[in-house]
């Protein structure tokens, strides 16, 4: 695992130990990168499920400003800040262990709205569609800004909406959807 494009291009990446985490592999990250970037002009970035933070740090990487990652695993965690560490980024980033949902509260909380949100959760353990509403609820993405959701290709995940426009819906393996929303 490596990070793809820009500033920390090339720079290596170290996975979460064990089997509860599931790595984006580099393949389906260059192809989503390219399709929501392939860079950025400045921005705020979540990282829900962050697992190991590549997501993160390669948005990092291709030009978003700060960064806040989150997952509820000890280990995710740790492997969050050596990875933040090793490509040199901690000044862009926070880094919480908290559940997804207390996570987007304290968001809203402190009146942080993103330009990005990047959902890679556990299959079949959390419900898009809930975490999607909230995000809208609380009104945590900009306008024009990008939700990112790799799911199961089972999962049904909401069609357009009053807010939101499927702006791509791609099935990369047996086991591997992406759907990216735009905010209206």
Known sequence: MRVI?????????KAVPGSETRPTTDKIKEAIFQSIGPYFDGGLVLDLFAGSGSLGIEALSRG??????VDKQGKAIHTIKENLKSVKMTDQAEVFRADAFR??????????VFDLILLDPPYGKVNLSSLI????????IK???????EHDPQ????????????QK???YSSTIAVTIYRLN
């Open 169 to 171: 819906q791609e099935v």
């Open 5 to 13: 494009a820009g500033k920390r291009k090339g720079q290596g990446l």
């Open 103 to 112: 996570a987007l509260k304290a968001a809203a909380k402190r009146g942080l």
């Open 64 to 69: 978003m400003d700060r960064a806040i990652f």
């Open 133 to 140: 509403q909230e995000i809208t609820e609380h009104e945590l």
């Open 155 to 166: 999962d049904e995940l909401p069609e357009d909406t009053v807010n939101l426009t499927i």
């Open 143 to 149: 306008q024009s800004g990008l939700i990112y959701c």
